[in-house]
């Protein structure tokens, strides 16, 4: 069954340092998103992508966060200068086409980032 | 208001009883629901969509009720597999762009 994948599967880094985290979504889908959920508390939506442009982002996505898909497999999520409260769990998903009522995201298993 | 609201439990749940979870939203144009599951440090998992009329997959059951903006899980049977954390979710519109809102999770343990 294809499965969304992430790397690196858990990231430790100083505060103040960039990361990327990549994320390869199933193949035929169309839509990418990335969702974090901080330890204990709820999973929360960060931006979705279509058509190699960003079509919402949330509060929390601020200047400090990017997101590319630089060669057509892979979608990166980029975190500029990085904060205490940036640690989290960040899930990448896809979806094929959002066109029947009943489609649905697929997640990754998640990237574990720890900001020291 | 929350977003989407679910009782955050825990229930602990003999293996063989019947659980039932609900959760409420409040944006009224949203369109899908779905119930995700999510073992400890793991991805959320797609356990099932709810539609209009309820459906039925195996051992659970989902239902909706948009006049009151509510939706329900039924475990029967449960087994010890069954514990995790189960996660409401709602899609915000525009349809087709499906942004997913997250309950915060009722968490559910089957006791042998």
């Known amino acids: 069954e294809p499965e969304v994948t992430q790397t690196p599967s858990h990231q430790v880094t100083q505060m103040g340092q960039e990361v990327i985290l990549r994320c390869v979504p199933i193949?035929?889908?169309?839509?990418f998103y990335w969702y974090r959920q901080i330890l204990g508390q709820k999973v929360e939506f960060l931006v979705s992508f279509y058509n190699n442009e960003i079509s919402e982002k949330s509060e929390i996505f601020d200047d400090q966060f990017s997101v590319e898909r630089p060669d057509g497999s892979n979608f990166t999520l980029k975190i500029r200068s990085t904060k205490l409260e940036d640690s989290a769990m960040y899930f990448c998903?896809?979806?094929?086409?959002?066109?029947?009522?009943?489609?649905?995201?697929?997640f990754g298993p998640g990237t574990r980032l720890t900001v020291l | 208001r929350k977003e989407v609201e679910q009782d955050p439990g825990p229930f602990n749940v003999p293996e063989g009883a019947t659980v039932a979870f609900n959760c409420t939203y409040s944006?009224?144009?949203?369109?899908?629901f779905f119930w995700y599951r999510q073992d400890c440090r793991k991805e959320p998992k797609l356990l099932m969509s709810v539609y209009s009329s309820g459906n039925e997959d195996g051992r659970f059951t989902a239902q909706l009720n948009r006049a009151s903006q509510y939706i329900s899980l039924l475990i029967r049977d449960s087994k010890l597999s069954d514990s995790a954390t189960y996660l409401c979710v709602v899609n915000v519109p525009p349809f087709g762009n499906e942004k997913l809102t997250f309950g915060t999770g009722t968490r559910l343990t089957i006791i042998p």
């Open positions: 998903a896809s979806l094929a086409s959002g066109t029947a009522s009943t489609d649905t995201q697929y």
């Open positions: 193949s035929n889908h169309l839509y």
């Open positions: 944006n009224s144009a949203s369109q899908s």
